[in-house]
């Protein structure tokens, strides 16, 4: 399973799940940095059957794709509009 190892695999504040064209990861993006939060980027186009586990895992269909990996476990925080609420 792809997604269990690059969740395994980050060592920054944040996991982020995006596409080579969104507005709303370039806010996320935007919202991470102005907090001082270091955050991996994931391209699901890049990876063969990643977005179907991502949406199978999360339910949620759009990107971007935001986890908060500060934490013991990895916590599935949503898109672009609820990460801005997160803080």
């Keep these: ?3 269990l ?9 944040f996991l982020v799940f995006t596409q080579t064209i969104c507005p709303y990861c370039t806010r996320a993006f935007r919202t991470l940095d102005s907090k001082g939060l270091t955050y991996t980027e994931v391209n699901l186009d890049q990876f063969e059957g ?18 908060d990996m500060r934490g013991e476990e990895p ?5 672009s509009d609820h990460l801005i609420e997160y803080f």
């Design 1 to 3: 399973m792809q997604l």
């Design 5 to 13: 190892e690059i969740i395994r695999d980050v060592e920054t504040d």
């Design 50 to 67: 990643l977005r179907k586990e991502v949406v199978n895992e999360t339910g949620h269909r759009t990107v971007p794709v935001v986890f």
């Design 75 to 79: 916590y599935f925080v949503g898109g």
